[in-house]
């Protein structure tokens, strides 16, 4: 029974098949930069032969640095060196060191030296100069903020002196930067007659795979023809053909040569023995070779490391080594970078990279199709930096064979992109590595959260991925009061405006603008009064605009720190058509929502007319987000008079028929009856809220009428007029205490004296 193939999404580690087993990261260093062990062979002492590789990997690179990285001492010296990854003569990703003992030791003009690439392909020049025979300073120089920098660091020919044993070691010791301080592993001294590793493997299917070898004597004549080194592969694995044979050091005999060494394939057992003793080696041996896995029984071959066991008449070690991985046809698909940041309601917002990467060469199929789905609350804007249309077939990258195009947008709603795989990764060195960059997307304003792609399509792979966190570009808060119907110029809250990081009000060189826009049957009074409360944005001026119930702000600039501004001063007519409840402020503006809700005014725009199909847009309000500073507590429909009935000498008085309760009785002194104001103004409809004591005066707040009384003086004040009654206000038990006649009238309420049953009666008409 054969194995299908099949594609899954998941998300995957990529792991680094190393010399001799797995090797994971050996030292966490400071923040963004580790050393990573990649290969660790192991050898013998006193010989000259290749160590292991390791990685310096720095996230991101950012400062000049420089590191002294060394092997144990200095009877280790070093013969062949490479820095990065030569890619061609010149050096431009690395270079490589022959001859690296000839060097002379410090050397001050550093003439040893070439150029290294982030992984965007942002140039890192780095000079090495030698300080010993075992060790060298390595020095890094960029010119600017850099990503994320990976150096691979091989030694390819080094003398291990005698008597070394155990894991050899790179020490970096850091001078200055982010090279900073630790150690890596690069090879491991081996016990016993013979020593086994793993030079090169490879992660394939069913169809097998190659893997190179080494086996190494500890000392000279370990290898003969009577004993025999054998190398199991687990059930359901078989070796093939022996090829690619070869003497790296040492001689056997006089005259041997690699034909002399027998390799005999038993199934899943690997025998390796001399042809005959006078081919003993006079000094110790070394060889490689590439030896075949065959997949014979899919059933019984487990995925994952292959672990062949080291076996035989040989004291051999290890006792087992990975000789590769294997894996079903599979691929995965993840975001890149899923904290992205973009801003609810503008078009053009950057997104995460994509990344599809195959398990196994293979997994990704010639006219295979991968979809991918924005939610509701986006639309696709660019893709490899193109805008998109319904006629874009464009390649978006290759590797290793495979091509990934996209051929265009899917749907009624064009929310899907639709890729198309082209060529084979099969037979190639690697799988395939794909990545989509330079994506944006057009946004719907007021919807926040995580930005959530589906991924389909007839290549196989499926689920969701995170693209971006989608955001307001700014907070908005605010204070409330309470106004009337029917009444003007009410104080309404202030409404402070935040924005989430510096430029994200994007002012479009001055000519576009925030919008406060309030429902229908509420007007700006008055301008209000536009401040900045910090940051560096500046306003420039400020317009009451569609019948004054639009205020607009604009600004001279974008901000270079985050801003805040605060909207004061803010005062409501309210007309009888409004209902009950809150008064929802919205905020807009097109310095704030850069999506066009009109498909001609956005072909008008010469930048993107390229954009042809008017389904792109979305429907719906156009605000970032709304906040209310009032609530509106007298309805329309419902409104009443108010009557409060007040009698001498009691606690008790009505409102409208009801009820309550003072705490000062009203009383007669010189021919005047005083009230105490506080309950007239709750009788009347003022709220607590608005009435208000300083320890000096008494200010009361009802609809667009301030009254202020002042205790011992015989003026109040309405809206700041001074009225002069012929009785001073006075405090008793606590309470200010008014001729009623005067607080009445202060308030625009009608009076009524009942001399026979001592009660005073006042009515306000409903406003």
Do not use: C
Not at 276 to 304: E, H, L, M, P
Not at 371 to 400: C, G, H, M, Q, Y
Not at 741 to 751: E, H, L, S, Y
């Amino acid at each position: 029974m054969v194995k299908s193939k099949w594609i899954s999404f998941v998300l995957v580690f990529a792991m680094l098949v190393t010399m001799f087993v797995p090797m994971g990261m050996t030292k966490a260093l400071a923040t963004g930069t580790s050393y990573t062990s990649l290969t660790v062979p192991s050898i013998s002492d006193d010989s000259t032969t290749k160590l292991g590789t390791f990685m310096i990997d720095i996230d991101p690179y950012a400062t000049q640095s420089e590191a002294l990285i060394e092997l144990p001492n200095t009877d280790y010296k070093i013969y062949d060196l490479v820095i990065g990854n030569p890619t061609d003569s010149n050096g431009t990703n690395g270079r490589e060191y022959t001859n690296f003992d000839k060097i002379p030791n410090n050397v001050s003009d550093a003439v040893y030296n070439g150029t290294l690439n982030d992984n965007e392909g942002n140039p890192i020049s780095f000079s090495l100069v030698k300080t010993s025979s075992n060790g060298f300073k390595l020095s890094l120089t960029s010119s600017g903020t850099n990503k994320e920098l990976k150096i691979p660091v091989s030694f390819k020919s080094v003398n291990v002196p005698s008597g070394a044993s155990g894991d050899i070691k790179a020490t970096i010791t850091n001078i200055s930067g982010q090279l900073t301080s630790g150690s890596v592993v690069v090879a491991t001294i081996g016990s016993g007659d013979i020593t086994v590793s793993a030079i090169d493997t490879n992660t394939f299917s069913d169809a097998g795979g190659p893997v190179e070898l080494r086996i190494a004597e500890s000392t000279s004549g370990k290898l003969n023809a009577k004993d025999q080194l054998k190398l199991e592969l687990p059930d359901g694995f078989e070796w093939g053909t022996v090829t690619d044979k070869k003497i790296v050091y040492g001689t056997l005999g006089s005259s041997g040569d690699i034909s002399n060494v027998v390799f005999a394939v038993d199934g899943d057992t690997l025998k390796i023995n001399l042809a005959d003793d006078k081919y003993k080696s006079t000094d110790k041996v070394s060889i490689d070779f590439v030896a075949s896995i065959n997949v014979t029984d899919t059933d019984k071959a487990k995925y994952g490391d292959i672990i062949a066991k080291v076996k035989g008449d040989y004291t051999a070690t290890p006792s087992e080594i990975t000789v590769g991985t294997y894996g079903d046809y599979s691929a995965t698909v993840k975001a890149v970078d899923s904290s992205t940041v973009a801003y609810a309601g503008q078009n053009d917002q950057g997104v995460s990279d994509i990344e599809i990467k195959e398990a196994i060469q293979g997994s990704l199929i010639e006219g295979r199709t991968i979809l991918i789905t924005l939610p509701s609350n986006a639309r696709w804007f660019k893709i490899d930096d193109t805008v998109v249309d319904k006629e874009k077939n464009n390649k978006v990258d290759d590797d290793n064979g495979v091509e990934l195009d996209f051929v265009g947008l899917q749907g009624t709603d064009n929310r899907t992109a639709k890729f198309q795989i082209k060529g084979d990764s099969t037979g190639k060195d690697k799988p395939a590595d794909l990545k989509i960059e330079n994506i944006s997307v057009a946004l719907d304003s007021g919807t926040t959260g995580d930005l959530v792609a589906t991924v389909s399509g007839s290549a196989g792979l499926s689920g969701d991925i995170t693209l971006a966190k989608v955001v307001n570009p700014v907070t908005v808060t605010a204070d409330k009061t309470n106004v009337k119907l029917g009444v003007s110029a009410q104080a309404a809250g202030d409404i402070t405006i935040s924005e989430y990081k510096d430029g994200a009000i994007d002012t479009n060189d001055g000519s576009s603008p925030v919008v406060l826009d309030l429902p229908d049957g509420v007007k700006f009074a008055a301008k209000p009064t536009v401040t900045v409360t910090s940051g560096d944005i500046e306003v420039d001026h400020v317009s009451l605009t569609n019948d004054d119930n639009t205020l607009e702000i604009y600004f001279k600039d974008d901000s270079n720190t985050a801003s805040t501004i605060k909207v004061s001063g803010i005062k409501y007519d309210v007309d009888r058509t409004v209902g009950e409840g809150d008064i929802q402020v919205k905020v807009a503006g097109e310095a704030l929502i850069t999506v066009p809700d009109d498909l001609d005014n956005y072909q008008s725009d010469s930048n993107y007319n390229t954009w042809k199909y008017a389904d792109v847009w979305f429907s719906g309000d156009n605000y970032v987000a709304k906040v209310a500073n009032a609530t509106v507590v007298t309805p329309a429909p419902n409104a009443t008079n108010q009557t409060a009935v007040f009698t001498i000498n009691s606690t008790t008085y009505t409102v409208n028929g009801v009820q309550n309760t003072l705490d000062s009785a009203p009383y007669v002194k010189n021919g005047r009856t005083y009230l105490p104001t506080r309950y007239v103004a709750y009788a009347l409809g003022v709220s607590s809220d608005n009435v208000l004591w300083d320890g000096t005066k008494a200010t009361f707040i009802l609809g667009n009428r301030v009254v202020q009384v002042t205790p011992g003086s015989t003026t109040l004040t309405i809206n700041g007029a001074p009225v002069t009654m012929d009785a001073p206000a006075e405090i008793v038990n606590g309470r200010v205490m008014v001729p009623f006649r005067w607080i009445a009238q202060a308030f625009g309420a009608q009076v009524q004296w009942d001399a026979t049953n001592q009660t005073v009666t006042m009515t306000l008409q409903a406003q």
